[in-house]
């Protein structure tokens, strides 16, 4: 379970952001709330309220600076590299890179406009000449029939880059187009295993050599709407393994490497919109959304550079990394190490809804009725699904908002919840009932920092664990009414 007073700690640390509000109201109890949360689903809220309301994404996030690294030049003098995928721009980027450092070539794409695209560039930068095949990874004799070429031309392989991959459809699982899916698998894993099964073939008989296969963070994250893809490099880094395994005793090292969030540039803005678009509830409708939320999720803040990856793949390909082997090198910013609420900050916590009750199981529909379209709806059951899941079975996440209220408005509220007084009061006394009743975590979002510290720490003593995350949203008074009645 997460520990509250370090995502307290982590809060101050980012109430430096500007325009973080969020951070500076949570960070100016110096964590005193947090000292007081109890309860099975405290963490899991506090972790949705950090990672999915906002905190991390409020200030702006600059693009890295490209900052290849200056390897010594000959690093790969004798090398024969051959790079799979080698009309893309991972592809051509490494390959430049490895010429540069001394290596032979050997450039293979599908596509014969990209590889000679490649092959020119290449022509211009100073090393051994490169060589360029038109290859299909899906067709046995046309990888067997490469290989030979390259073995007779030079007489042995003594580097692969395993890079073809196709990315296929971006849609929801029970969307996806089944032909698509068995395309990605026929590229993406077949296609490398074909590859490098007549490569490893050649390299065994000339004692040994190295394999770098590009994974994915996806495969390690399960991405939404991408069903055929993370599938595929799974299996890629499952079989990783298995080869490194294979291929030891005869000197043969394979690793992998997983990037994430790499850009900025066309991959990266294409990507954001074929996330918008898939309908998955799990990314906003907004593109430029897509990437905050995204970046929101890195502990540096920011995407990695082309460069960024190109020098991992380099350092897996080299002698410096002699004693790896079936490892897959993760380049993602700090990405795995984050807690990725399901909430959408945009699409659901921003804008979406006015207060759900979503217990592990099952909704109560009754609370939000009106208050949230049918997709929203869906999404809110999935967000409680999933914070039930984390804390056990029968916990809730409840999100409460409020008009944006002034302080002593809000402050009002929390007296109200301490001493029921009049009708208002009563309600609020049966919220509460039914909230300790149903073992909810409520997350309150109110626009004053002041006032909704009040009522947080009412809530607290009342016997509820309570987050509180500052934000201006929609009115929340409906919803209270017809959860009352």
């Known amino acids: 379970m997460l520990g509250l007073r370090g995502l307290a700690r982590g809060a101050r640390a980012l109430a430096a952001a500007p325009g973080s509000r969020a951070a500076a109201s949570f960070a100016s109890r110096d964590g005193g709330l947090a000292g007081r949360l109890r309860g099975p689903g405290a963490a899991v809220a506090l972790a949705a309220a950090c990672a999915g309301a906002g905190l991390c ?39 430049l890179r490895l010429k540069r450092e001394g290596a032979t070539v050997v450039l293979l794409d599908a596509a ?9 560039a290449l022509a211009e930068v100073p090393g051994p000449p490169a060589m360029a095949f038109l290859c299909d990874v899906t067709s046995d004799e046309g990888v067997e029939t490469t290989v030979a070429k390259v073995e007779l031309a030079h007489g042995r392989i003594t580097h692969l880059w395993n890079n073809a991959g196709y990315q296929g459809a971006v849609k929801p699982i029970d969307e996806y187009p089944i032909a698509d899916f068995q395309r990605v698998q026929d590229i993406n894993v077949v296609g490398a295993f074909r590859v490098l099964h007549f490569v490893s073939r050649s390299m065994r008989k000339t004692g040994g050599g190295v394999v770098v296969n590009t994974a994915s963070v996806a495969a390690l994250r399960g991405t939404p709407a991408m069903p055929a893809y993370v599938a595929s490099k799974a299996a890629l880094l ?53 990437g905050k939320n995204k970046i929101a999720g890195v502990p540096l803040k920011r995407v990695g550079t082309k460069d960024e990856v190109i020098n991992c793949v380099l350092f897996l390909l080299s002698e410096e990394s002699s004693y790896c082997t079936g490892t897959n090198l993760v380049v993602d910013g700090g990405l795995q190490m984050r807690y990725e609420s399901i909430v959408n900050q945009k699409h659901l916590v921003h804008r979406c809804f006015a207060l759900t009750i979503c217990v592990f199981g099952g909704c109560r529909a009754g609370a939000v009725a009106g208050a949230m379209s049918r997709s929203e709806l869906r999404a809110a059951v999935a967000a409680g699904a999933l914070a039930g899941a984390a804390a056990g079975a029968g916990v809730a996440l409840l999100l409460l908002r409020d008009r944006g209220r ?28 039914r909230l300790r009743a149903a073992r909810v975590v409520p997350v309150v979002s109110v626009a004053d920092a002041s006032g909704a510290a009040s009522l947080a720490t009412a809530l607290v003593e009342g016997g509820l664990p309570v987050i509180e995350v500052v934000f201006r949203t929609a009115a929340a008074e409906e919803a209270l009414r017809r959860m009352a009645e």
């Open 57 to 95: 994404v409020l200030r702006p996030v600059a693009a890295a600076e490209e900052k290849a690294t200056q390897a010594s030049p000959g690093r790969f003098a004798g090398a024969v590299v051959i790079i799979t995928g080698a009309g893309g721009d991972f592809g051509r980027a490494g390959a």
């Open 112 to 120: 014969p406009q990209a590889l000679e695209a490649s092959a020119k």
């Open 238 to 290: 499952a079989m990783t393994m298995s080869a490194a395994k294979d291929l030891a005793p005869h000197g043969i090292r394979v690793n992998a490497i997983s990037p994430a969030l790499i850009g900025p540039g066309f991959m990266w803005d294409r990507q954001n919109e074929l996330h918008a678009a898939s309908g998955s509830p799990y990314f906003s409708r907004d593109p430029e959304e897509v």
């Open 406 to 433: 002034s302080s002593s408005e809000v402050k009002a509220k929390a007296s109200h919840v301490r001493e029921p007084r009049g009708q208002e009061g009563a309600t609020y006394a049966k919220i509460l009932d």
